[in-house]
């Protein structure tokens, strides 16, 4: 089992937070967050499972983007409160360079330019991707002082959570990581 991370010298970054039950902000409550950035200045995330009510056929429409019929049915997700009209692309890397492209590990890039939207669209972009409006941004110890305060959980994950696991499963898979029920946990936390 995997404990959880605490040490406010550890770098978060490409790890998950999962909220905990009593975290009842609606922009995070339940949600799953990947963590793309995290140094002393702050942290950037996108979460993965809170989808919108937009199919991704309307978002390449309204690009006059042709969509791939894979992904038309498929659901644009709400990455954070901050900035949701910016899109991001977060996708499994691949040998093709977009414009503006971060590696944020080995396996896992993130991207905000339309050409990767323009690959996709003529099926040269990445293998999996998630395309997601929005991000979650913490400030300056911010986020090592929720996590200390009980408010997420941290583990790490691999590609198959991020881009195979269903949206509404990904809570939950990512908290058995390290070996914890959701259903099992109370809304309320303590410290000893």
């Known amino acids: 089992m995997e404990a959880s991370q605490t040490n406010t010298d550890h770098s978060l970054k490409a790890q998950l937070l999962v909220a905990m039950p009593g975290l009842v902000d609606p922009c995070f409550s339940r ?13 950037m995330g996108l979460v993965i499972n ?5 199919p991704l056929r309307q978002i390449f429409e309204q690009l006059d983007l042709p969509c791939p019929e894979k992904l ?5 997700l709400l990455g954070g409160p901050v900035e949701q009209q910016r899109g991001f692309i977060l996708h499994r890397n691949t040998d093709k360079q977009w414009q503006s492209t971060v590696a944020v590990n080995d396996e896992v890039s993130l991207t905000a ?11 040269n ?12 941004g913490w400030g300056a110890g911010q986020l090592e002082q929720e996590v ?3 408010a997420w959980l941290t583990t790490s994950t691999d590609t198959d959570l991020l881009f195979d696991i269903p949206f509404d499963n ?7 990581r390290i070996g914890i029920d959701l259903d099992q946990l109370s809304t309320s936390a303590g410290h000893a």
């Open 170 to 176: 990904r809570a939950s898979a990512a908290a058995a």
């Open 72 to 76: 038309g049915t498929q659901s644009l």
């Open 148 to 150: 200390l305060d009980n």
């Open 31 to 43: 949600s799953v967050v990947y963590i793309c950035e995290h140094s002393p200045e702050g942290a």
């Open 113 to 123: 330019s339309r050409d990767i939207l323009e690959a996709i669209a003529s099926d």
């Open 125 to 136: 972009g990445p293998k999996d991707s998630l395309i997601i409006l929005g991000y979650a």
């Open 50 to 54: 809170q989808p919108l009510n937009m």
